[in-house]
């Protein structure tokens, strides 16, 4: 996997023939699965040898999964470890709401001989792995052929909603990590004012993540159902009760024509487009919006292209920056721990 040159990431390391034929562990901590790969460096970019999955609930901690992984796979003397967390990483440690595990780079580096650990937020970990896709993962939902100059936004709904960046310098991109998934989600019709209301009564503080996310995505369907009456088949029940949420809704919406799925889905993207109009403004990325997540990819045939492009551009007094910013969908699901390992080899001389 090589630097696609539509991404000039800033990597100070790829010059450094020190940091080629390094061998990377690069795991992504998720609260239902962690995966974990072992990568060799080279030719400034990185190969991926072999990767499993873990139950994380099985695990009491990141420590004994990662034992778990070094010891099926029989390695010994690994110089790096890169890891992509779903939380906020401040000095090293992690503490992620969604998993039940307290995490520190100095525990791992100690107790397992590791040269260097690096630990990042899951989309800034995805940031530098979106720079490692060919062409054909990103799918234009609007564009004039190629990522413009200036920065880029990231938005990724799935188990949470994932906000990150890159700040363009004039030269490289620098990918950034936020926790804008936690800002405060706001009404603009009298019945999104409704389910606003309907939010506020379960969570209190309704955030956009309790909107854009798996979650977030149950949240709508229950407001429609529940709320505005629109009913739900017996056999959607029953599909429901015992399948994938997300799948069985964007099946029964473009297969069994199912009136409260298409609902609930289009009013998900809709509001999909208005976050990633405020991300957009407030990262000023004229470099283009990227869309990735485990939502995006499931339902990625349900989208209607020109309707989210009409939605995303809507603006006060800034649609002229809108209508031209380049969007892409990301139709792989590895750039996070690709990500954590492309950094971890390469970020230091």
Not at 85 to 93: F, N, Q, T
Not at 133 to 158: F, M, Q, R, W
């Amino acid at each position: 996997m090589n630097l696609n040159p539509k991404f000039p990431l800033y990597l100070p390391g790829v010059k450094n023939t020190n940091n080629d034929n390094i061998s990377i562990i690069g795991a992504n901590l998720r609260e239902d699965v962690t995966t974990i790969a072992y990568y060799t460096s080279g030719n400034s970019g990185i190969e991926l040898n072999f990767k499993n999955n873990y139950s994380t609930k099985e695990y009491s901690s990141f420590t004994d999964v990662l034992s778990k992984f070094i010891q099926d796979s029989q390695l010994e003397n690994v110089q790096r470890l890169g890891i992509s967390v779903p939380g906020p990483v401040l000095d090293g440690k992690s503490h992620p709401a969604r998993l039940n595990w307290s995490l520190d780079v100095e525990e791992y580096r100690s107790k397992f001989g590791f040269e260097k650990v690096y630990m990042l937020n899951d989309q800034e970990a995805s940031a530098y792995g979106i720079a490692l896709l060919n062409d054909s993962d990103l799918d234009a939902i609007y564009t004039s052929g190629h990522l413009e100059k200036g920065n880029v936004a990231i938005l990724a709904p799935g188990n949470g909603l994932g906000e990150a960046g890159y700040f363009f310098d004039g030269k490289y991109l620098r990918p950034f990590a936020t926790e804008g998934g936690h800002s405060e989600f706001s009404p603009r019709t009298n019945v999104e004012v409704e389910f606003y209301q309907f939010l506020n009564n379960i969570y209190g503080i309704v955030s956009w993540e309790n909107v854009l996310s798996k979650t977030g995505l149950f949240n709508i369907y229950r407001f429609l159902r529940d709320v505005k009456r629109h009913p739900e088949p017996e056999w959607l029940s029953e599909r429901l009760a015992n399948g994938n949420f997300t799948e069985e809704i964007y099946k029964a919406a473009m297969h069994e024509d199912a009136m409260i799925c298409k609902i609930a889905l289009d009013t998900f993207l809709e509001f999909l487009a208005r976050e990633a109009n405020n991300l957009t403004l407030k990262l000023k990325a004229t470099g283009g919006l990227l869309i990735a997540g485990d939502i995006p990819q499931i339902i990625r045939e349900y989208i209607d292209k020109d309707k989210f492009y009409e939605k995303f551009k809507i603006s006060d007094k800034m649609e002229d920056m809108l209508k031209n910013i380049p969007i892409y969908l990301i139709n792989t699901d590895s750039t996070n721990i690709n990500g954590a390992a492309l950094y971890t080899a390469y970020f230091t001389e």
